[in-house]
């Protein structure tokens, strides 16, 4: 899967909201020796897939998530929707 399929960004109803989660962390649970986290919201995926792509560069697993408006029981709740994960492992190769 492309990390920009056009299945997400071309959608009726509007402009599209994503959200990057990513993670550094090393070590044991209980004493990490780095534990570094980042989050961005954007309403571009290929500035935040590019975003992913450098974080993962310097260790981090990252996640892009669109968010998708609940209708019920409270429509001002958001849902995340994964729409692709990089982490360095495949990124090497």
């Not at 959200?19 to 954007?42: I, M, V």
């Not at 892009?64 to 609940?70: G, K, L, P, S």
């Not at 019920?72 to 995340?80: F, G, I, K, R, Y």
Request: no cysteine; proline share 8%; net charge positive.
């Amino acid at each position: 899967m492309s990390d920009t399929s056009d299945r997400y960004l071309s959608r009726p109803g509007g402009p599209r909201r994503y959200r990057l989660d990513a993670r550094r962390f090393r070590g044991p649970l209980h004493t990490p020796a780095r534990n570094d986290q980042e989050q961005h919201d954007s309403d571009d995926l290929a500035a935040l897939v590019e975003l992913a792509r450098t974080l993962v560069a310097e260790g981090f697993t990252a996640w892009i998530y669109e968010r998708v408006r609940r209708s019920a029981p409270w429509p001002e709740v958001w849902d995340l929707r994964l729409v692709t994960q990089l982490d360095p492992d495949r990124s090497r190769g």
